[in-house]
């Protein structure tokens, strides 16, 4: 442009976090004009989880219908544990796994619903970067393990109904307990690689969650940064190690029913089934879930709606599993009748 006998040139210096505008002149020495900050932050102190309502009357509702679903959960999966440990009866394969199982639900549902009753307690929604990295690496390493055992689970039915003689032989106590560590490894170094590759994201001003707990992709959307990576790395461990679980089941239910289907007698085909009924509830309820909360995350468009979808697949199966294996399971039933029984004389 030109300004009384002089001619002036504006450019600007695009950096990593500033960019600079400089005035040119042929009289004048280079000048810094202005240093302006784009609105993006790669170290971040918190986040700010929503939760699922911000009305204070509902959020008492909420805080009890939570704490109550806790306890459930806490209390029936211990209740399995005890009754497993404690029969000599059920120190069998089968009730390993489902020990395991109710284990894994207690640290799922850990690893989210105490936060949020704190949260809505102290009227205080936030979360710091750490924790909330921690919690993206608990519920992914229990999210991935209980794939696993459910995985587990359909092997030892199939192993059980197809090849009976030689049941012991394959499922011996050093290849069982091998599965589940297996299975912790590889869940732990998938959870891990996803949780740390957070680091390299730098986040917009924007930081709030419309979630109860930090969800890794919730969190990825909350990024300025490219997240191709880490949009690779979720496909990769969905597929993985959730994939190959579920083929393992259907593949496993699949010979079951075709080899069921041959057995004459229609009481023969009820006792064969009648041990697989709860694990194909659970798988049922595991999996059904979890589809509900993808499609409603690609259909939904309220984040809410997405949020209580989440509670769906995150919070009610972990709670339901107990009275499951409870109310169909005529072995867990006995067992829990004698640790009721034994406990008044203790």
Do not use: W
Not at 95 to 103: D, E, H
Not at 159 to 178: D, E, H, K, Q, S
């Amino acid at each position: 442009m030109s300004v009384s006998g002089g001619s002036f040139a504006v450019l600007c210096v695009l950096g990593t976090k500033h960019f600079h505008l400089l005035v040119l002149s042929p009289c004048l020495p280079i000048r810094f004009i202005n240093s302006i900050e784009f609105k993006n932050q790669t170290d971040v102190s918190k986040f700010l989880l929503l939760g699922l309502t911000e009305d204070p009357e509902l959020q008492l509702l909420v805080f009890s219908l939570f704490l109550i679903m806790y306890l459930v959960t806490v209390l029936g999966n211990l209740l399995i544990v005890l009754a497993v440990t404690s029969d000599s009866h059920l120190h069998t394969p089968m009730y390993f796994f489902l020990c395991n199982l109710s284990l894994n639900d207690i640290c799922l549902s850990t690893a989210t619903i105490p936060k949020m009753l704190v949260n809505i307690q102290t009227h205080n929604q936030s979360i710091t970067f750490t924790g909330c990295l921690n919690q993206i690496f608990f519920v992914l390493v229990f999210g991935f393990l209980e794939n696993f055992i459910l995985g587990a689970m359909a092997y030892d039915r199939y192993v059980a109904i197809c090849y009976p003689l030689r049941y012991n032989i394959i499922m011996n106590p050093c290849f069982c307990g091998m599965v589940i560590l297996l299975s912790l490894l590889i869940s732990m170094m998938v959870a891990l690689l996803q949780s740390l590759m957070v680091f390299h994201l730098s986040f917009c001003t924007s930081l709030e969650i419309p979630q109860f707990f930090c969800e890794l992709a919730q969190v990825l959307r909350l990024s300025c940064s490219s997240t191709l990576i880490n949009n690779i790395l979720i496909y990769f461990g969905a597929c993985l190690l959730g994939g190959i679980p579920l083929s393992g089941i259907i593949f496993s239910y699949t010979q079951i029913v075709s080899l069921v289907l041959k057995i004459p007698s229609g009481d023969g085909k009820y006792k064969a089934f009648s041990t697989c009924g709860s694990h194909l509830s659970v798988v049922c309820l595991y999996y059904g879930t979890g589809v509900g909360v993808y499609i409603s995350s690609v259909f939904a468009q309220s984040a809410r709606k997405i949020t209580v979808a989440s509670v769906m697949y995150i919070v009610v199966p972990q709670m339901i599993n107990p009275f499951i294996y409870s109310l169909r399971n005529n072995d867990i039933k006995v067992s829990l009748r004698k640790l009721f029984g034994r406990t008044p004389s203790m």
